[in-house]
């Protein structure tokens, strides 16, 4: 045997099934199983700078030029009676402020936020809607980045809204100590009170918007990637698999499509909560 031959290493045939089923090849390109390096694209533009942009970067840039046009080409010209963009958008409004805004702030401090509220709303919303967009297919709220940026917005309000009410002190000391409860308990209670107010609920707003996107990004890659392995690389009896992966692809999509909305929903819903709960802090 030579050198060169002993010194090659032989891939059993189960090492090479198992590294075309991680990683699937097509003629345009490469199509590869769903992994967090998706969340972490090569940079685009102005790599090695401060202003350094991905795929990720851009989608985020357009998703949020999309909402921007959008709203100015509904409301440019009002009419009394919307029609069209205008009644679209109006209608998203008035969702907001009816069922958030006014539901969980009343109308008069619902009026005071709904800019902000609306914003947050329709922000994840259109961010998140690009995870179904064909050739974008991820959405940028799957990456930590604008989560904890909204989820920062969110606490400066509402630690705005009670220490403009009450002050630091007397907001932060309604806010943890539990009326009513003997005085030993306390020492568990504000701690507790502590943590769940001023550290855990942005940790959760960012938490819960990056991990559903990322995980309906995975489900959405799997799916369909598996759905080209069983058409065009498996075996020929494997085949018949590709139809159920298909079916199961689109009605993940269907399923995105709801999890798109109701995590504008619950964001904006928690952001208003958070704004209440601050603005009566004394009443705790």
């Known amino acids: 045997m030579s050198d060169r031959t002993a010194g090659m290493t032989v891939v059993p045939a189960a090492r090479t099934r198992e590294r075309t089923l991680s990683v699937i090849t097509l003629a345009a390109g490469e199509f590869h199983a769903p992994s967090l390096s998706d969340f972490f694209p090569p ?46 958008m109006e209608t998203g409004v008035v969702f907001v402020k009816e069922q958030i805004c006014d539901e969980i702030l009343g109308k008069e401090t619902g009026k005071k936020f709904l800019p902000l509220i609306a914003t947050i709303f329709f922000t994840v919303l259109f961010l998140n809607f690009s995870s ?20 920062v917005i969110a606490y400066i309000a509402f630690n705005y809204v009670g220490i403009k009410k009450y002050g630091l002190v007397k907001y932060v000391r309604s806010s943890i100590v539990v009326p009513n409860v003997p005085p030993v308990l306390h020492v568990l ?96």
């Open 189 to 284: 209670l504000i701690p507790i009170e502590f943590i769940s107010t001023f550290l855990l609920r942005p940790f959760t707003l960012t938490v819960r918007l990056m991990a559903n996107m990322l995980a309906g990004h995975i489900m959405l890659v799997l799916f369909f990637s598996a759905t080209w392995y069983f058409l065009f690389d498996a075996t020929a009896w494997m085949k018949v698999f590709s139809p159920f992966s298909l079916l199961a692809g689109i009605g993940f999509t269907l399923f995105e499509l709801l999890v798109i909305f109701l995590q504008a929903y619950v964001f904006a819903l928690l952001t208003a909560v958070y704004i209440g709960l601050a603005e009566h802090a004394a009443d705790h």
């Open 132 to 151: 179904v967009i064909p050739l974008l297919n991820i959405s940028s709220n799957a990456r930590v980045g604008m989560p904890l940026v909204l989820a």
């Open 43 to 88: 940079a685009v533009l102005f790599e090695g700078t401060p202003f350094e942009l991905d795929r990720l970067m851009l989608i985020r840039l357009l998703m949020t030029a999309v909402v921007v046009i959008l709203f100015v080409l509904a409301f440019r010209s009002p009419k009394i009676v919307p029609r069209g963009l205008q009644n679209v």
